[in-house]
């Protein structure tokens, strides 16, 4: 199933424009996550930080998504900045663009997410693989990551960072 485009206000840690059209050809793993959710905080983010930090940017992106639907006064953009500044999170997070009259933000209602922390991972022929709400193993996640970007690449290829064996 070929996923929707991301509906995002504002992209940070990035000077691009991030979109899932001119991100194909890369696995895409997002994770969707509100600043004030205790799983997001604790296991998810720092998940996402971990596979952003292991595996090379040629072959996988790394993103983030605030997808907020409730707390909204408290979790502005600048709020928002603070916080993966304190948390050194430095793989791009995009802000989910707020509906019209809904709690609910565009992407999160697309993707029609019961709430955070929520996993999107995407092939390199931009095919929905895992939508996943809640926590995923770090192995199972690491793993599935690993299998879709080494598809159709040669056994020997390193799909990691140099730095990183």
């Known amino acids: 199933m070929k996923p929707p485009e991301l509906i995002v206000s504002k992209w940070l840690n990035t000077n691009q424009n991030l979109s899932l059209e001119k991100l194909k050809g890369k696995v895409v793993a997002i994770h969707a996550f509100q600043m004030l959710c205790p799983g997001c905080v604790l296991h998810g983010i720092p998940q996402a930080q971990r596979l952003y930090e292991i595996f090379s940017q040629e072959f996988v992106e ?5 997808t907020v639907f409730e707390h909204h006064e408290g979790m502005q ?3 928002l900045r603070a916080f993966l500044h304190e948390f050194r ?25 019961r709430g955070t922390p929520t996993w999107i991972v995407i092939d390199k022929k931009g095919e929905l693989k895992i939508h996943s709400f809640g926590k995923i193993d770090d192995i199972v996640l690491g793993a599935e990551v690993s299998r879709l970007a080494l598809e159709d690449l040669h056994s020997n290829t390193n799909i990691f960072k140099k730095d990183k064996k």
């Open 77 to 79: 953009e600048a709020s």
């Open 62 to 66: 790394v993103l983030g998504l605030h």
């Open 89 to 113: 999170i430095s793989f791009p997070v995009g802000i989910d663009r707020p509906s019209k009259g809904r709690d609910i933000p565009e992407t999160m209602n697309m993707y029609q997410m």
